[in-house]
């Protein structure tokens, strides 16, 4: 179970189940049978985005949330990995695949697929779908499952402002997307408004996810060692899979790493990184999935705009490295940033 700081605990708690690696290929947890006959019970649908299971982070996340979807609920849930190179149009099949498998809810793991579910939940009424990190799709059976990431990168800012001794922090984007510009702007803002005369340096990896924004550890290793030379002492990856590349060279130079999405200091793929690890900025993914399955069992599907923020407890930032966690000076200027947000006199901007 993963340990969480007093920031965001009662809404993360909803998704405390430790992401394992259970299974690999196109399916992570059980048979996806093409019968629909014994569709009831079947259980729920992940499309994987870009950098699949095993990502550490927001893959990860949402397999978290099917896992425990299935242990409450006794069901046989599949997970299907994206394919490189991909169109709209081979996701929209995918999705019209499992909704024909009798998979309920359906759920497309990344903004990519807003496309794909708002063709297909069309021809599929009855089934209820999933979107995560987009809110454009408006559909009585689809839930846009979306996150407040600048409030919580806005505390990964505090956290690096107060951390630094260089003056010199980093932010790495896997994409340069709006959504990923959400994370640098809450970031920037947090540094900001906790210490003066800090540089904040950003890089994006790529201009599209098609080029591996969020799926190559290279490119992500390769722009922080840029950022580490250029004196960053801590650095912030908003990238997916790519930044388990961020979190290598932060160890092998001995600076600090902010993880995203998941708590990767607990993650056992890093396990070697995690001393570099000194909290990750979360975003309940897994609760979303587990929420979104939990309510459709329910015979009360979500549906519309979904929105988990900080006061919810659907961002915040994990506090399992005791550097962290023990830190007095920095949780109290945390717990005063926390407040801030809540009450409205911090307002976090989005870009």
């Not at 979107?131 to 059976?141: F, G, P, Y």
């Amino acid at each position: 179970m993963r340990r969480l700081s007093r920031i965001a605990v009662a809404g993360l708690a909803s998704a405390t189940l430790a992401v394992t690696a259970s299974a690999c290929g196109s399916s992570s947890t059980s048979s996806s049978s093409s019968s629909s006959s014994d569709s009831a019970g079947k259980g729920l649908a992940l499309a994987y985005d870009v950098g699949g299971k095993g990502d550490q982070s927001f893959n990860d996340a949402a397999t978290a949330g099917m896992d425990k979807a299935d242990t409450e609920f006794g069901y046989k849930s599949t997970a299907v990995e994206p394919q490189d190179g991909e169109s709209d149009a081979d996701k929209a099949q995918r999705l019209e695949q499992l909704a024909k498998q009798g998979y309920n809810p359906v759920i497309g793991v990344g903004y990519a697929y807003a496309p794909a579910v708002k063709e297909v939940s069309a021809k599929f009424p009855k089934v209820t779908f999933g979107v995560i990190d987009d809110e454009q799709v408006q559909a009585d059976n689809v839930a846009d499952l979306v996150f407040t990431e600048e409030q919580g990168s806005y505390l990964a800012g505090v956290t690096a402002a107060l951390t630094t001794k260089t003056n010199v922090v980093g932010f790495i984007g896997g994409v340069d997307v709006p959504l990923i510009h959400k994370f640098e702007a809450g970031f920037k803002q947090g540094v900001e408004d906790t210490k003066k005369g800090v540089t904040v340096k950003s890089q994006y990896l790529t201009e599209t996810a098609q080029e591996g924004g969020f799926s190559s550890p290279d490119k992500g290793e390769s722009a922080a060692e840029g950022q580490i030379d250029a004196k960053a002492d801590v650095v912030y990856a908003a990238a997916g899979l790519s930044g388990q590349g961020v979190i290598k060279a932060a160890a092998a130079h001995k600076i600090w790493a902010i993880g995203v999405d998941s708590d990767q200091y607990k993650q056992d793929a890093l396990a070697k990184y995690k001393d570099s690890i000194l909290t990750s900025a979360l975003k309940d993914v897994a609760g979303a999935v587990y929420n979104l399955a939990k309510s459709v069992k329910d015979g009360k599907p979500e549906t519309g705009v979904v929105r988990a923020d900080l006061a919810s407890g659907g961002v915040g930032l994990a506090d399992s490295n005791p550097v962290f966690k023990d830190n007095a000076t920095l949780q109290a200027a945390l717990a005063k940033a926390e407040a801030g947000i809540k009450d409205g006199s911090i307002k976090v901007k989005t870009s």
